[in-house]
């Protein structure tokens, strides 16, 4: 039998609901180049609900003490230059407070194949992270892991966009 959360009798509270929920845009770009080690580029907040707004600086966004968050980063790639087979970029967030990958890591891949679509390759990998914030805040990042043939991170010109990425924040009470 499964779960349906609408037959559930109402006692007023809500399933999961977050303290606050914020996106983070990364940086749309021609010149990001991907290297292993790397932190990728972030931009703009957007709070999309309650009203926590990381402070961000050299592409860290730091996440506040006295929450739990639940982070999806989505990075996009792009390849300018000759195309290949079995091509793939991994990333991942880092913990730039006690120098420590965090979560899962993300793969995109790519495969150059009868479609030929050259530059738009399927790439919704998501690198996820549960973090414990209760007792003390944390420096964050999203580092690249590996890289085979993927040449850009986040591309946007022309008409050939690979899309842009983004990290999407979940504030939860401790």
């Known amino acids: 039998m499964s779960y349906v959360p609408s037959h559930r009798p109402s006692t007023g509270e809500e399933l999961g609901k977050p303290n606050a929920l914020t996106v983070i845009e990364h940086t749309g770009s021609t010149t990001q180049t991907i290297t292993v080690g790397n932190k990728i580029d972030i931009g703009t907040v957007h709070n999309w609900y309650g009203s926590f707004t990381p402070t961000i600086s050299n592409n860290i ?28 970029f991994s990333f991942q967030h880092y913990d730039e407070t006690s120098s420590a990958d965090l979560g899962t890591l993300a793969t995109n891949f790519g495969v150059y194949g009868a479609s030929q679509d050259t530059f738009l390759y399927s790439r919704d990998a998501c690198a996820k992270a549960l973090i414990d914030c209760t007792a003390s805040g944390m420096d964050v990042s999203i580092k690249v892991s590996s890289n085979y043939v993927f040449d850009r991170i986040n591309y946007n010109s022309g008409q050939e966009y690979s899309g842009l990425g983004r990290t999407v924040i979940w504030q939860l009470n401790a």
């Open 61 to 88: 966004f730091t996440l506040p003490s006295g929450y739990w968050y639940y982070i999806e980063s989505a990075v996009q790639s792009y390849v300018t230059g000759t195309l290949i087979n079995n091509i793939h």
